[in-house]
Nanobody, 123 residues
């Protein structure tokens, strides 16, 4: 099992920056993919960015502005958000998906989620 605790949200003016962090614990060696999702009021949850051992992926709306990174040594996922826009306002959730093989099969491929952190961008 994996536990995720995300933090770093807050209130920022348009054009500003925030850095979100997600601390993972448990069977972190089983984590295959990590990502950030967000959900605005009245909207469905959407994928913002994800990262595997070999590549990163971003939603078109955040390309060039957001950067996702993973620190394996510290079991931490980060999302650097620059040039923030009011449209980025949402609750951001850390996500982890586990390998479904070998020892990790016991827990994978289920998704695990952080509690969410609020990001509000004012115009």
């Amino acid at each position: 099992q994996v536990q995720l605790v995300d933090s770093g949200g807050g209130l920022v003016q348009a054009g500003g920056s925030l850095r979100l962090s997600c601390a993972a614990s448990g069977v972190t060696i089983c984590i295959s993919v990590m990502g950030w999702y967000r959900q605005a009021p009245g909207k469905e949850r959407e994928l913002v960015a994800s990262i595997t051992s070999g590549s990163t992926n971003y939603a078109d709306s955040v390309k060039g502005r957001f950067t996702i990174s993973r620190d394996n040594a510290n079991n931490e996922l980060s999302l650097q958000m620059n040039s923030l826009k009011p449209e980025d306002t949402a609750v951001y959730y850390c996500n982890a998906r586990l390998y479904d093989s070998g020892f990790c099969r016991r827990w994978g491929p289920n998704d695990y989620w952080g509690q969410g952190t609020q990001v509000t961008v004012s115009s």
